[in-house]
């Protein structure tokens, strides 16, 4: 009987050292999955569904985010911090943490650039940019990589949510600045 513990308490123990050493993978993993859901009910993909879904899903996306506005910046920054730094280096994550603008409709811009010269997927951005519930406008960054179907289907959807190369100026009212992201909200 002895031996049957041992290897029940040996078990235990893989599991748990396994289970902490793939945590982070873990999380990246149960984020993709969720994101790819989100990304299915919240983009309209190549014309399907009518303007108004789109409209509501891109209201669903932003409602639902854990960072709406600058004070939900302050109040979770530790927890916004730790989820970026899954995919950018500190010294990026800050930078693209100060690039956010919002107004009282949420996000109205952020610097893409960063997301790109850290070699992320359309994916891993997806991640990042549903934290803001800017998610809906993965889509129209240039340069980001194409590693499997989730990232080619992200690629191509999503597109009339926010514009590449300008930043919210003011309400309603984007100019141009290359790096950077002009989010519907503006």
């Not at 009987?1 to 396994?18: D, K, N």
């Not at 190549?46 to 108004?52: F, H, L």
């Not at 109040?75 to 950018?88: A, G, I, V, W």
């Not at 989730?150 to 141009?176: F, M, N, P, Q, V």
Request: with cysteine; aromatic share 10%.
């Amino acid at each position: 009987m002895q031996p049957v513990l041992e290897h029940f308490y040996l078990s235990a123990g893989l599991i748990t050292w396994r289970l902490a050493v793939m945590h982070k993978y873990l999380v990246i993993v149960l984020a993709l999955a969720l994101s790819q859901q989100a990304f299915s009910q919240s983009c309209i993909i190549q014309g399907e569904g009518d303007a108004e879904s789109a409209a509501l899903s891109l209201e669903a996306g932003y409602r639902s985010a854990l960072v709406q506005s600058e004070q939900d910046l302050r109040q979770n920054r530790k927890l916004t911090m730790e989820r970026l730094l899954e995919f950018l280096p500190k010294k990026d994550a800050s930078l693209f943490l100060t690039s956010l603008t919002f107004n009282e409709n949420g996000l109205t811009g952020y610097r893409y650039d960063i997301l790109v010269k850290n070699g992320l997927s359309y994916s891993e951005a997806y991640s990042i940019l549903s934290l803001f519930g800017a998610q809906s406008t993965t889509g129209v960054i240039s340069g980001l990589e194409k590693i499997d179907e989730l990232d080619y289907s992200i690629s191509s959807g999503c597109d009339g949510s926010g514009w590449e190369k300008y930043y919210c100026h003011s309400r309603a009212t984007c100019r141009t600045r290359s790096g950077s992201i002009c989010t519907s909200n503006c």
